[in-house]
Nanobody, 127 residues
Framework: QVQLVESGGGLVQAGGSLRLSCAAS????????MGWFRQGPGKEREFVAA????????VYANSVKGRFTISRDSTKNTVYLQLSSLRPEDTAVYYC????????????????????WGRGTQVTVSE
């Protein structure tokens, strides 16, 4: 099992920045990649960004490309998501996820690739 704990969410004005963290523990050696997803009010959960542990390969949703940056610190088993130039439409609960050996097929943006999920952290962007 892998446990994921997100932190860093909060309330910010449009144009502002936040940094989210996701600390992984447990059988982290079984994970190949980490991702961030978000779920806005009345919306389905959607892919935001992902990164592989080994090569640091990154993928972003078009809606956040150029504004958000994902990174990892393998020594701390922690993944970060830097959110910049925030917009009200970025308001959502942000979830961290980790791939599992059963689910990993190599598609970083695929929700089904991720076996482990955190509980989420709220990001609210005001006008």
């Amino acid at each position: 099992q892998v446990q994921l704990v997100e932190s860093g969410g909060g309330l910010v004005q449009a144009g502002g920045s936040l940094r989210l963290s996701c600390a992984a523990s447990g059988r982290t050696f079984s994970t190949s990649a980490m991702g961030w997803f978000r779920q806005g009010p009345g919306k389905e959960r959607e892919f935001v960004a992902a990164i592989t542990w080994s090569a640091g390969t990154t993928v972003y949703a078009n809606s956040v490309k150029g504004r958000f940056t994902i990174s990892r610190d393998s020594t701390k088993n922690t993944v970060y998501l830097q959110l910049s130039s925030l917009r009200p439409e970025d308001t959502a609960v942000y979830y961290c996820a980790a791939t599992g050996r059963r689910t990993w097929r190599g598609n970083l943006s695929g929700r089904d690739e991720y076996e482990y999920w955190g509980r989420g952290t709220q990001v609210t962007v005001s006008e």
